[in-house]
């Protein structure tokens, strides 16, 4: 093999050398000419902001009492969540790797972010939540710090001239977006547009789910008794987080990690996608409760200093140790008594709800950042941004769902919106029912737990990815407000043993209730969600833990005598359970494991049982022969073994069994297990282009139309919305 000599390379490099020379000239001038552009770039949208800033404060000096005034609301952050974030201060960057000065303070409402330094020089810019005392509601012009993408296409276009917004950065006129309608104008066309509309807002495409500010009015109460009360309150939290880590750290002194109890105390806890880091819980502890609703979402603002500086440290909540009881908030937020419960909460009430019009449906939504992926904080803010921040409340171990229900209790028409799994619908149903209200708010839901499946039986889909290809959460909003109410069966489930005495207080299913290997997985991801909760981050990786769990049970031999420990019982008669099964599924709606159907109505049958439903007072028995079983039914390549179809079912076991009801899983000793019809809860479901969707959804405005006239009673139109829903839906 011949090697070339430096002859011959010098032969070949003096033959190209223009072409090499003209390449890295072209290279170089490629770069120089990129890097000035995006200079240039940014350059552009800095004094595109700082006109934007500089108009703004000037028309609110010359308008400053027709515009309302609101402080920011800071949050500390490690880093900012979006790319290319400025400092609403002084402009600049506050995003890595541009800013390494550790943490910044970020606006929990609007997005807004600024350098520690800088936010106790910030603009009272923010949402104002509430314009009492206003005629009309006034648009809240404001510079747009973060991109989102929840907002409609006419959005994207000045609402004066109907020229693009986007082209801010390329040195045209800077633009300003309302907090409320979410439109845009120029700065240069807004002067117009103030001449001749008065800059008064109409709250946008979602008016009739917006709480109108102008219905918001602000309680300035600040009697002894209430100072002493609050006092009492913030003591007696501080005392019983006192006891949790003093308990939580002799147990891990003893074993090294946390387990999950029996279930057997009287104790309750949220369901274990609402439940926190107990370290995280001593850090609660320390905040100061001044929300704008009492306790907003899951914000705790700080002392106000005399630049009206807030900063707001992450919310967390503490670390389950027990099954989920449905008297959660009764037992954790407030004493038994129904009456001191409500006055309670309403005495730490920052706001009440007042004169609301009778063509508006709010919406009160409920999120819960400890479901599946996690993702809450992200998803209040959205909402808080699409709505009044009033109207969004975060779950938490030391703030259920009964705050906000108690906010909207004097809104006759009002919808709920639950951010989270299956746990937490629920945990906001159980507080619905304990409100008696006369005709129960229907309840939405946006998937954001694991299996989803009682919204995916309502047609919200699977999981927050389904969501944002639908548009977003202004699409989510639109079908809230379109969408037809339904009723679900609620079940009520007693544990008794052998004396017929009661082993727990009672419980209460929506979706399904599990005995043997499906119940046992579920409580092994428990206690694993409990000992390593950083390990559920997302919805895919939730799923591969079970699918690992269940793997490990395959070969468990466990639950080979589950036919003779435990004895099925369907409306009197009794059941014999196939001698190859380990575990019984007793179900209510048609998804299980995220989406199987179990019993198959489509399916041409041999049997005689009929369709199932989720409102036919009825409920479906079917039964697993193993894990293996269960992978099969997950991929579509099995079916469940049909047992019984029936009203009232009671289960006795024999020997201690995992039991699961909505995925909340415990281990129990033998007992009696009766399941029976007790209520049903009003639901949204959401119609797309199903006709008869689209019919129930008007005929249940009619019939609000028709209440709010006097042409009938309350309780005449929850009687016909059933109807309807059985009829329809």
């Known amino acids: 093999m011949l090697h070339p000599t430096w002859s011959d390379v010098s032969a070949y490099v003096s033959e190209y050398w223009a072409v090499i020379i003209a390449t890295v000239i072209f290279a170089s001038v490629g770069v120089v000419t990129i890097y000035y552009t995006v200079n240039q770039l940014n350059k552009n949208i800095s004094l595109s902001l700082i006109k934007a800033i500089r108009a703004r404060a000037k028309r609110y000096k010359k308008w400053k009492d027709r515009v309302p005034a609101a402080s920011h609301i800071w949050r500390k952050e490690a880093s900012a969540r979006s790319k290319g974030l400025k400092c609403c201060v002084c402009l600049k960057s506050v995003s890595p790797p541009q800013y390494s000065g550790g943490a910044i303070h970020e606006c929990d409402i609007c997005g807004a972010a600024a350098h520690a330094s800088c936010s106790g020089n910030a603009h009272k810019d923010c949402k104002c939540v509430s314009m009492v005392g206003f005629d009309h509601v006034v648009h809240q012009w404001a510079v747009q710090w973060i991109d989102t993408v929840d907002h409609s296409e006419e959005d994207s276009f000045c609402c004066y001239c109907d020229e693009s917004c986007n082209g801010a950065f390329l040195a045209g006129s800077p633009i300003w977006y309302c907090m409320w309608c979410q439109r845009q104008v120029h700065v240069d066309c807004h ?28 309680l300035h109460w600040t009697g002894a008794a209430g100072i002493l009360s609050s006092i009492t309150h913030g003591a007696n939290e501080l005392a019983s987080t006192v006891r949790e880590r003093i308990r939580i750290r002799s147990k891990r002194y003893k074993n090294g990690t946390t387990s999950a109890d029996s279930g057997s105390s009287g104790n309750v806890d949220p369901p274990s996608d609402v439940e926190g880091d107990s370290k995280e819980a001593n850090n609660a502890a320390k905040r100061i409760d001044d929300h704008v609703n009492g306790k907003l979402n899951d914000v705790n603002r700080s002392f106000e200093s005399e630049k009206d500086k807030q ?21 954790n937020l407030s004493k038994s ?20 019009p009778s063509d508006c449906r709010p919406l009160l939504v409920f999120v819960n950042k400890r479901s599946g992926a996690q993702t809450g904080d992200s998803l209040r803010q959205r909402l808080q941004i699409l709505l009044n921040p009033v109207q969004v409340f ?25 951010c989270g799994g299956d746990g937490t619908v629920g945990w906001v149903l159980d507080a619905i029912e304990k409100q008696k209200f006369e005709v129960p708010p229907p309840v939405a839901i946006l998937p954001a737990g694991t299996g989803n499946d009682l919204a995916r039986v309502l047609c919200w889909g699977g999981g927050l990815g389904v969501v944002e290809k639908r548009g977003g959460l202004f699409s989510v909003l639109k079908d809230v407000e379109h969408a037809a109410v339904t009723v679900l069966d609620r079940w009520k489930i007693t544990i008794k043993d052998k004396q017929g005495k009661l082993m727990s207080q009672p419980k209460f299913m929506n979706n399904y209730f599990g005995v043997g290997c499906d119940a046992k997985v579920a409580l092994d991801i428990h206690n694993l969600r409990e000992e390593n909760p950083e390990r559920f981050y997302s919805q895919f990786m939730n799923k591969v833990l079970y699918a690992k769990e269940g793997a490990k049970n395959i070969m468990d031999n466990t639950f080979d005598y589950f036919p003779w420990d435990v004895k099925l019982e369907i409306d009197g008669s009794k059941v014999d359970i196939p001698q190859d099964s380990e575990g019984i599924l007793v179900a209510n709606i048609r998804s299980y494991m995220g989406g199987v159907d179990l019993w198959k109505n489509e399916d041409d049958a041999s049997d005689t049982y009929l369709p199932q439903s ?64 007790h209520s049903q809860a009003f639901m949204l479901k959401r119609v797309s282009e199903e006709p008869l969707g689209h019919a129930a959804s008007i005929m249940a405005d009619v019939l609000e139309n028709a209440e709010n006239s006097g042409i009938i009673s309350a309780s005449q139109k929850r009687t016909l919305l059933q109807e309807i829903a059985s009829r329809l839906l």
């Open 337 to 356: 008594n129904g009456q001191h419960e409500n006055s309670h909460t309403q005495n730490n009430q920052k706001y009440e709800i007042v004169d609301v």
């Open 614 to 677: 989720m409102h036919d007072k009825k409920l479906e028995v079917v039964s697993f022969t193993g894990m293996l079983h269960l992978g099969r039914l997950q991929v579509g390549l099995s079916r469940a073994q049909r047992l019984a179809q029936g009203h009232h079912i009671k289960i006795e076991i024999r020997t201690p069994m995992p039991i699961q009801v909505d995925g909340e899983p415990w281990s129990q000793e033998p007992c009696t297990i009766e399941v029976s019809h």
């Open 311 to 331: 900063l707001v440290s992450d919310n967390t909540t503490t670390k389950s140790n027990g099954e989920h009881e449905n008297s959660h908030v009764q037992n």
């Open 191 to 218: 002067s117009n547009l103030a001449k001749e509309t008065g800059d008064i807002c109409d709250l946008g495409p979602l008016k009739r789910l917006i709480l109108s500010p102008l219905c918001v009015k602000e």
């Open 394 to 418: 975060e779950l938490s171990k030391q703030q259920g769902p009964e705050v906000g229900l108690a906010l909207f209790r004097k809104v006759t028409h009002f919808r709920v919106l639950v």
